[in-house]
């Protein structure tokens, strides 16, 4: 688990981050007036598909009971949905079968995800989980990075980019599950299936549960603020700095790029660290404030060099927050019965941003420019640090 959970980790962060850009480049050509309206309309349809299918999938495989374990089966259902769709958005020919397709896309990754992320309260010791946290936060930051630069080899021949890309994401898919397997539960106790279990899977009390509210919020704040960023970075690049499509498509790849050094040590050092010094809390304010810092910089150099000083500056931030934050998330799950559901819940907060933060940057960007985005997204970053610190069950 441990040398594999990485490279499965990385796969759903690459499958969203290959359809984001060949996304946005579709859009642009389908209709470039509207696309920043279109862009937002997909990803809030997409939006609906990833709320629903990691609450559920963690209440299915959390009373799964078979040969394979609790989780396995669950994922192998949601990477086929997720391939299927993937392969089939290359050959869209308008934003209404674009939009199917990456809903689709989001349905079947997060159906994934929900149960690849029960694994860790169920199988990873808790001395051990920064470490674990680390290596997923390493191939979720990695996939999210090299999608887009693995999509730009292809990106005259965008169907066969989402082809080739997709066959990467299964392998590292099927190959966790043929190495890893799972564990024989078939003479566990099950809990009773019923609607109300499907329909609680959307809810967790707030008040009896105020840790799990907090980590909830800081998490999806965040994320949220990363992804604004991100999502239209192409759109920033020719609307914002001035740069032409083909300059853009070439430049976004690069920031990634660029960002790499430092997110993948800023990872490597804050997980294990945080297991030895035995707090999670300091290095989410830190993250958070790192995050919302490298934000705000293109508002004061609106240029190339002031996009690659944010990526750099924000990725560093936001490794040294994966890098914990599956930890922290695993300490404040409040049913150890309903791990899988609990989890998906808390997964919303990663995975919805990737859909409803570029409706939100959408709308304001339409509303009142492209600057304001930077100083929004800052305060953001910094309401996302601050949201740990109520946490009570963290030092």
Same mark, same amino acid.
């Given at each position: ?21 060949? +996304? &946005? ?38 009373? *799964? ?16 949905? %997720? ?5 089939? =958005? ?9 939009? !199917?397709?990456? +809903? ?19 199988? $990873?010791? @808790? ?7 680390? %290596? $997923? ?6 996939? =999210? ?9 292809? $990106? ?31 003479? @566990? ?6 609607? +109300? ?26 994320? %949220?603020?990363?992804? +604004? ?38 990872? =490597? ?7 030895? !010094? ?5 290095? !989410? ?9 490298? =934000?705000?910089?293109?508002? &004061? ?35 150890? @019965? ?15 941003? *990737? ?21 929004? $997204? ?18």
């Amino acid at each position: 688990m441990f040398r594999l959970a990485p490279l499965a980790a990385s796969a759903a962060p690459l499958a969203y981050g290959v359809t984001a850009y060949f +996304m &946005a480049i579709q859009v642009q050509l389908f209709d470039a007036d509207t696309k920043v309206q279109n862009l937002a309309l997909i990803n809030a349809l997409s939006a609906v598909a990833a709320m629903v299918a990691q609450p559920i999938f963690g209440v299915l495989s959390d009373r *799964t009971r078979s040969r394979w374990g609790a989780r396995h089966p669950w994922m192998l259902v949601g990477t086929a949905i %997720g391939t299927l769709a993937l392969i089939s =958005a290359g050959f869209a020919t308008n934003v209404a079968m674009l939009t !199917v397709c990456v +809903m689709l896309i989001q349905f079947g990754y997060n159906a994934w995800q929900g149960p690849f992320s029960a694994l860790l309260p169920d199988r $990873v010791p @808790e001395r051990f989980r920064g470490r674990y946290s680390t %290596g $997923v936060g390493i191939g979720v930051l990695l996939g =999210a990075v090299l999608g887009p630069v693995l999509a730009s080899f292809f $990106v005259k021949t965008i169907p066969l980019g989402y082809l080739s890309l997709a066959g990467v994401v299964l392998l590292l898919i099927v190959l966790f599950i043929a190495l890893v397997p799972g564990i024989d539960n078939r003479g @566990e106790p099950r809990k009773q299936f019923s609607l +109300m279990a499907f329909l609680s899977a959307f809810w967790v009390n707030p008040i009896r549960h105020r840790d799990f509210f907090w980590g909830f919020t800081g998490r999806i704040l965040l994320f %949220g603020g990363y992804t +604004m960023l991100s999502a239209y970075s192409l759109y920033i690049a020719q609307d914002y700095i001035g740069l032409s499509l083909n300059q853009a498509t070439t430049l976004v790849p690069l920031l990634g790029l660029a960002g790499l050094p430092g997110l993948l040590i800023a990872t =490597a050092v804050s997980g294990p660290l945080s297991d030895r !010094v035995g707090r999670r809390k300091p290095f !989410v304010l830190i993250s958070g404030f790192t995050i919302a810092a490298g =934000a705000v910089i293109p508002f &004061a150099l609106p240029s190339v060099l002031g996009l690659v000083l944010q990526t750099i500056v924000v990725t560093i931030g936001f490794g040294a927050f994966a890098a914990v934050d599956q930890a922290l998330m695993a300490s404040v799950l409040p049913d150890p @019965e309903d791990f899988g559901k609990d989890l998906g819940v808390l997964n919303l907060a990663a995975t919805l941003p *990737t859909t409803i933060a570029p409706l939100a940057a959408g709308a304001i960007v339409l509303a009142i420019g492209y600057a304001p985005l930077f100083l929004i $997204v800052g305060a953001i970053g910094v309401l996302g640090a601050l949201a740990v610190l109520p946490i009570r069950s963290l030092r």
